[in-house]
T-cell receptor, first 110, second 115 residues
Framework: TQLLEQSPQFLSIQEGENLTVYCNSSSVFSSLQWYRQEPGEGPVLLVTVVTGGEVKKLKRLTFQFGDARKDSSLHITAAQPGDTGLYLCAGENTGNQFYFGTGTSLTVIP | ETGVTQTPRHLVMGMTNKKSLKCEQHLGHNAMYWYKQSAKKPLELMFVYNFKEQTENNSVPSRFSPECPNSSHLFLHLHTLQPEDSALYLC??????????????FGPGTRLTVL
């Protein structure tokens, strides 16, 4: 059973385009985190959201936690080649179990 | 720079070999983790150590044996592995074991290939 499904699995876009990736679950999560992993490196935490409906911005990245705390989205405006990487969501459900999502591999073409 | 180092970065071993992966964190953290990252599968948590004590073992086969001699070092001893154990093994640390709110700092990983 996949607890945190991410979509799309792969995404290839041109520099300057906007994109949104999703992290969905049937479970309620007390918090959700987004990580980015570049080739040859480990994941790096981008943001943690804890309140339903919460929106956080990190430069060109906008993160939103769903009102019901079952899903989250990451929107990137004017994507740059440096945004290329594997985007992972991770969260703790109400049963105190912590999971990583399936990942979205993003390639931004110059 | 994450402050978490892993050696070796790449390892090729036969099924009868014994090898060890090493992780070191220079962040003064109390919790350390081993994860397995395979293609097309989510990151899988293998072991958790908090203040040098193992607090979590997620049904990992006994051919993987962790060791945490102090809060800065974590090892993963490998013995009689299978080809399906080939993966990227990531080490992480955090201030304490509050994964949902503490930031986990990951090392670059060891790419393991079992022949």
């Amino acid at each position: 059973t996949q607890l945190l499904e991410q979509s799309p699995q792969f995404l290839s876009i041109q520099e300057g385009e906007n994109l949104t990736v999703y992290c969905n679950s049937s479970s309620v999560f007390s918090s959700l985190q987004w990580y980015r992993q570049e080739p040859g490196e480990g994941p790096v935490l981008l943001v943690t959201v804890v309140t339903g409906g919460e929106v956080k911005k990190l430069k060109r990245l906008t993160f939103q936690f769903g009102d019901a705390r079952k899903d989250s989205s990451l929107h990137i405006t004017a994507a740059q080649p440096g945004d290329t990487g594997l985007y992972l969501c991770a969260g703790e459900n109400t049963g105190n179990q912590f999971y990583f999502g399936t990942g979205t591999s993003l390639t931004v073409i110059p | 720079e994450t402050g978490v180092t892993q050696t070796p970065r790449h390892l090729v071993m036969g099924m009868t070999n014994k090898k060890s992966l090493k992780c070191e964190q220079h962040l003064g953290h109390n919790a350390m983790y081993w994860y397995k990252q395979s293609a097309k599968k989510p990151l899988e948590l293998m072991f958790v150590y908090n203040f040098k004590e193992q607090t979590e073992n997620n049904s990992v086969p006994s051919r993987f044996s962790p060791e945490c001699p102090n809060s800065s070092h974590l090892f993963l001893h490998l013995h009689t592995l299978q080809p399906e154990d080939s993966a990227l093994y990531l080490c992480a640390s955090s201030q304490d074991d509050y994964r949902s709110t503490d930031t986990q700092y990951f090392g670059p990983g060891t790419r393991l290939t079992v022949l």
